[in-house]
């Protein structure tokens, strides 16, 4: 006999994970939105002195990095929380807001995590259509609350279509939400997103205390081995929500301390940028030669219908073969299409050969 599972574990979907892992020659890992780069030396540097202490729980209020992080964008640091991963605090949003009743609106395709939270929750979950730029359809969002709305996400710039709307339309959207209802921008890419200064939203937490801020140390700070996010918060009791639903020790003691030194090096964030803005030129350019228009990519990869001869699953084994993995659009939300993450400049090179030959160009 076999055991028996909840029926919520029968909900849940299975996070498509990259392939690639094991993989052992040289491949270009441009399937998960990564940063090329590896960590700075100053952060591997924090890392290695912490590690001499590990027979010691982390901090379980993350107190330092809680303070740097309050320091750097004057959010008093009882409205931000931390986690395993910006992703903890999203699942953890998702216990914290909702339940069976309640409804969960996003915008599709959007982040793969998202149908977790009402899977989980036994939540009803609302997906709104993105507009034909693969942009948020906001007002079509709005138009989707009703009294039973708790929770709204908006992913912007979005994955997996790299599209940013701008930050007025975020303001008015947040005028028309009722103020009960939590909006959730999911900020993971706000770095490479040229629209607007990457704190601007900052300022909005003034306003709207239901609104959250997500962001991560996983994207431009390169670590998402490590696992560490953040929310800032309009309110303080979001923090103890999402704190009441985990386990205590929810963000370890290599990643505490590597986030607290890599907030001290804005300026290699702002060089990682910049090359991925170059990576983002040169590619639309390469993809231009080939025909293809990408998606108006804000973030560090890019997205983009495959000509109508094409089979997707053919191309991205076609891409496998020559030792570059992408992500398939069909497990993303939209068939056809292809998300494909900026990498270091051959491996681009080698992404645009690859693509031309696997095409047939
Ligand atoms: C990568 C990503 C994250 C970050 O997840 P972590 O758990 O912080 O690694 C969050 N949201 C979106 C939309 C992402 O693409």
């Known amino acids: 006999m076999a055991i028996e599972y909840s029926a919520r574990v029968a909900r849940i979907p299975v996070y498509p994970a990259a392939a690639g892992y094991a993989l052992p020659e040289d491949v270009a890992l441009l399937a998960s939105n990564e940063s090329p780069d590896p960590p700075l030396p100053q952060v591997v540097?924090?890392?290695?002195?912490?590690?001499?202490?590990?027979?010691?729980?982390?901090?379980?209020?993350?107190?330092?990095?809680?303070?740097?992080?309050?320091d750097r964008f004057g959010i008093p640091a009882n409205r931000i929380a931390v986690g395993n991963g910006s992703c903890d605090i999203l699942l953890a949003t998702g216990e914290a807001l909702l339940e069976p009743g309640a409804e969960l609106v996003y915008g599709?395709?959007?982040?793969?995590?998202?149908?977790?939270?009402?899977?989980a929750?036994?939540?009803?979950?609302?997906?709104?259509?993105?507009?034909?730029?693969?942009?948020?359809?906001?007002?079509?969002?709005?138009?989707?609350?009703?009294?039973?709305?708790?929770?709204?996400?908006?992913?912007?710039?979005?994955?997996?279509?790299?599209?940013?709307?701008?930050?007025?339309?975020?303001?008015?959207?947040?005028?028309?939400?009722?103020r009960h209802v939590a909006v959730l921008l999911d900020e993971a890419?706000?770095?490479?997103?040229?629209?607007?200064?990457?704190?601007?939203?900052?300022?909005?937490?003034?306003?709207?205390?239901?609104?959250?801020?997500?962001?991560?140390?996983?994207?431009?700070?390169?670590?998402?081995?490590?696992?560490?996010?953040?929310?800032?918060?309009?309110?303080?009791?979001?923090?103890?929500?999402?704190?009441?639903?985990?386990?205590p020790f929810f963000c370890n003691a290599a990643a505490q301390a590597a986030a607290i030194e890599a907030l001290k090096h804005q300026d290699a964030v702002a060089e990682r940028v910049e090359r991925a803005i170059f990576a983002r030129v040169e590619l639309e350019a390469g993809l231009d030669d080939l025909g293809i228009e990408p998606a108006a990519s804000q973030a560090n990869f890019c997205w983009f219908d495959l000509p109508e001869d094409a089979v997707e699953q053919d191309v991205v084994a076609g891409l496998a073969e020559r030792g570059v993995l992408v992500?398939?659009?069909?497990?993303?939300?939209?068939?056809?299409?292809?998300?494909v993450t900026f990498g270091t400049p051959h491996e681009n090179d080698r992404f645009l050969a690859a693509l031309r030959a696997t095409l047939g160009l």
């Open 108 to 119: 599709w395709p959007s982040f793969s995590v998202y149908p977790q939270l009402e899977a």
């Open 45 to 70: 540097a924090a890392v290695t002195r912490v590690l001499g202490g590990l027979n010691r729980y982390p901090d379980p209020t993350n107190s330092s990095l809680r303070r740097a992080l309050s």
């Open 189 to 247: 890419y706000r770095e490479y997103n040229l629209l607007e200064d990457p704190d601007d939203t900052v300022d909005l937490l003034k306003r709207h205390a239901n609104l959250v801020l997500l962001r991560t140390f996983s994207k431009i700070y390169g670590l998402c081995g490590l696992r560490v996010g953040y929310a800032l918060c309009g309110d303080e009791r979001f923090v103890t929500a999402v704190n009441q639903v985990r386990q």
């Open 327 to 339: 992500r398939a659009g069909g497990a993303l939300g939209r068939e056809g299409a292809l998300r």
């Open 121 to 178: 929750s036994g939540a009803t979950g609302v997906r709104v259509a993105l507009n034909s730029r693969h942009e948020h359809d906001l007002g079509a969002m709005a138009a989707e609350v009703t009294a039973a709305t708790r929770l709204v996400i908006v992913c912007n710039p979005n994955n997996p279509t790299s599209t940013a709307v701008p930050l007025a339309d975020i303001r008015a959207f947040l005028e028309k939400v009722p």
